[in-house]
């Protein structure tokens, strides 16, 4: 970064000017001032076009930031998004030599349309399952409301006695929350105190079993027995039911999906890493928010909330959520086999 011209003192200008006026050439008003040739070209030539030699009044204090400096911001910005505005500022005090405020750096990524959010969690999807899920929706996307209405979507999900949101933030711009260099890449179960399965349907939730034990295939296949067929009942479709879960391994298990053949109208095949695409997974939002409403200090207590909060999710809730899956659907094939929105 080049250092910047020291301006000419007023009365130097004036003096240029002078000579210029009394018919001295540029050359031979350089060798009589010992200044550059350039710079009483430059005085002559502004007093020519404005008749003054005097600076305008400048708008206020000259920007500490050049326009190369926050080119170099956006570049550096739009590579690695996750990188903090402190060590973003540390990094361009080595490169220029400057020394500026970390909110400085705030500002100028703002005027460039940066703003920092918390980065949004979305499953982590391997190069191979796009593919898989962009041809899941293809597949399903042209089906029609009522098969919908007849599939139990099956989930298990943890819940914390103290829950931490483990917010990050990243820079980005609007309407790129999806990219995936904006995403914070999660595991499934990451975590928490009490595991607990359940299913719904458009109807309204089928049963709620809380789950103290690590399960196996074994253990899962005890859970099928106990809640599939009674959720179907209950809800009202027992003669044409589709189950719809993820392919944990212990759902894909021999035994499992055997036992899921004989005893269930359809199975739904569904992609790996997909949990957009199994609407159950916000009702799990819906009652950790009303968790974080609640004073839960011990496990008995969170068991007690997770039975009342699942008893008082309302079957609406439940429609509009299955409602959702031809639009779930249309966003993977728009994103070719990438994370939505959901």
Known sequence: MGREKPESRIEMKKLIVDHYKSGKSIRKISDILKISKSTVFSIISKY?????????????????????????????????????????????RKRFGKISHPETVRNKLRNHDFHARVARKKPF????????????????LKKPKEFWESVIFVDESKFNVVGSNGKQKVWRRSNTELKLRNLRATVKHGGGDQLVWGCMSSVGTGNLELIDSKVNKYGYLDILKRNIRQSA???????????????????????????????CPMVIKTPAQSPDLNPIEHLWDNIQQRLHESNITSKN????????????????????LVNSMPSRLKEVTENKGRPTKY
């Open 48 to 92: 020519r076009k404005t008749g003054f030699v005097e600076n305008k009044a400048r708008t206020g204090r000259p920007a500490i930031c050049t326009s190369r400096e926050q080119r170099w911001f956006v570049k550096k910005n739009t590579i690695y998004p996750k990188i903090s505005a402190v060590k973003l500022t540390l990094e361009a």
């Open 301 to 320: 207590i969170l068991k007690e909330k997770l039975i009342e909060a699942w008893r008082n999710i309302d079957p609406n809730t439940c429609k509009k």
């Open 125 to 140: 999807i391997s190069r191979v399952n796009p593919k898989e899920r962009l041809k899941f929706a293809r597949c399903y």
């Open 233 to 263: 009942q209950k809800i009202g479709i027992l003669a044409n039911f589709k189950l719809y879960q993820d392919n944990d391994q212990k759902h894909t298990s021999h035994i499992c999906r055997l036992w899921s053949l004989y005893h």
